[in-house]
């Protein structure tokens, strides 16, 4: 029986993610796979959060343009990943796991709103925690949700699924000498200017201790191959 490298994790789903090939709204076949990988990952005996993204459905900074305002953008952002919060949540317990979506932002007509409590007493009963509405204020990210959902949870690190294996000097997809890393401190991802997350949430993870595990979502499994300690990773941390 394979035991899972951490007890208690916080895997953060980027709204593509959720898109699959099709690059926005919510592709089926792909949220089906998440939820049986996020599925399978809980039988192995951690306790899984997810925060998830917005960006398949909006993003506060494309609103610019448009003459609504930055803060209002950031609402509609949160909202979006509320609606993907919700098809996850659908999704996970369709594969016959209990989950609960809960939002920074109020919308009590629609999902409990998130307290740090709640959360916790979710998990304890075994429950997958969808972690939606970002941190419920304009101007962050949800991969900076991520890591403070991390640190509010006592969690053992945070699973960062992204589109390749781990992190890279430059996007290997346009540059073919991009290096890989196998491990690197939050420190050199936060002066390397590492895209892969935001700096708010290096730095955060850097305050805290917070060890970011970086890896591809692309295939089925992924995210219990990352949990048992196989498949290729970036493991960001001291
Ligand atoms: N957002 C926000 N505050 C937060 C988290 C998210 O205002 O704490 C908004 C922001 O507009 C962002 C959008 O929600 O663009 C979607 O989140 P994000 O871009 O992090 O999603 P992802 O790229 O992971 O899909």
Do not use: W
Request: aromatic content about 2%; glycine content about 10%; hydrophobic content about 40%.
């Amino acid at each position: 029986m394979v035991k899972p490298i951490h007890r208690r994790v916080i895997v953060k789903l980027s709204g593509e993610a959720l898109a699959g090939s099709e690059g926005s709204g919510i592709h089926q076949a792909t949220i089906e796979r998440v939820a049986a990988d996020l599925v399978a990952a809980q039988a192995l005996g951690a306790a899984i959060g997810v925060v998830v993204g917005g960006g398949n459905i909006f993003r506060g900074v494309e609103v610019s343009s448009r003459g609504v305002s930055r803060q209002t953008g950031d609402m509609m952002g949160m909202l979006a990943t509320v609606m993907n919060g919700l098809a996850l949540e659908a999704a996970i317990e369709r594969k016959g796991a209990q989950a609960r979506t809960l939002s920074a932002l109020s919308v009590p007509q629609v999902c409990e709103s998130y307290s740090c409590q709640r959360a916790r007493k979710h998990l304890a009963k075994g429950r997958i925690v969808v972690l939606s509405g970002g941190t419920g204020s304009p101007h962050f990210t949800t991969d900076t949700t991520a890591v403070l959902r991390a640190c509010e949870l006592e969690c053992d690190a945070v699973l960062k699924a992204t589109n390749v294996d781990g992190v890279y000097s430059a996007d290997p997809k346009r540059d073919p000498a991009a290096r890989r890393y196998d491990r690197l401190s939050h420190q050199e991802a936060i002066e390397k200017d590492l895209k892969v997350m935001d700096a708010t949430a290096f730095a955060l993870a850097r305050e805290n201790r917070m060890p970011i595990i970086v890896f591809s979502i692309g295939e089925p499994g992924a995210i219990e191959r990352v949990l048992s300690g196989k498949g290729h990773s970036t493991i960001v941390g001291e």
